[in-house]
């Protein structure tokens, strides 16, 4: 069975330049999980879906972060305009419910020069 | 805010020693996840422990919880320089919100 696909795995942009980052969860899991990892931290929740629905997205930054996940399945996260503070690895996760481990992706790397 | 916190922040052993991992955190919880991270890597689940589990096993690996002190701990026996890379906990609130800890880093000395 395949894991959780992310993409690109490496970007590197200029500040102020959009970009987008795609997941594509393990088949059949309703929770789907973007987090962002600084160097040398763990990982922090940016938004969680239940299916189509953003159930927890109270650490995304809305005045440039955006997040959607048409028909419950793949998801895109967006960051426009990026800052040099959002150079970070971004990571997507996937669960059968809430309750359930989470898998993660390998993620996207972001470079903001 | 982070709210599991390891300790130590990082640890350096020989292989064939056991290296023991902790895991505090503030408030209650539904359940806590052990995850692995190679440098440069995506994060690997370990195991799941539930709030009403004590222990769990899994090969080399010995997990256990404490409500009452809010902690848990890790335990990986018998290392193997394999086993090098940064170990996070993960803890479930109510409403399923994971909050990890900023990881121990485990070096296995060959």
């Known amino acids: 069975e395949a894991g959780v696909v992310q993409s690109p795995r490496y970007k590197i942009i200029e500040k102020k330049q959009p970009v987008a980052f795609w997941c594509n969860p393990i088949?059949?899991?309703?929770?789907l999980y973007w987090y962002r990892q600084n160097l040398g931290q763990g990982p922090e929740l940016l938004i969680r879906?239940?299916?189509?629905?953003?159930?927890?997205d109270s650490q995304l930054p809305k005045d440039r972060f955006s997040a959607e996940r048409l028909k419950g399945v793949d998801s895109t996260l967006k960051i426009q305009p990026a800052e040099l503070g959002d150079s970070a690895v971004y990571l997507c996760a996937s669960s059968l419910e809430s309750a359930d481990t989470q898998y993660f992706g390998p993620g996207t790397r972001l470079t903001v020069l | 805010s982070q709210q599991g916190e390891e300790d130590p922040q990082a640890l350096s052993i020989q292989e064939g020693e056991n290296a023991t991992m902790n895991c505090s955190y503030k408030t209650s919880i539904n359940n806590l996840q052990w995850y692995r991270q190679n440098s440069g890597r995506g994060l690997v689940h370990l195991i799941l422990?539930?709030?009403?589990?004590r222990e769990k096993h899994s090969g080399r690996l010995r997990v256990t919880l404490d409500t009452s002190k809010k902690s848990s701990s890790l335990l990986i026996t018998a290392s193997r320089a394999a086993d090098t890379a940064s170990y996070f906990c993960?803890?479930?609130?109510?409403?399923?919100?994971?909050?990890f800890g900023t990881g121990t880093r485990l070096k296995v000395l060959a």
């Open positions: 993960a803890t479930g609130s109510g409403t399923y919100k994971y909050i």
């Open positions: 879906y239940e299916n189509e629905e953003a159930v927890d």
């Open positions: 422990i539930r709030s009403n589990e």
């Open positions: 088949s059949g899991h309703n929770t």
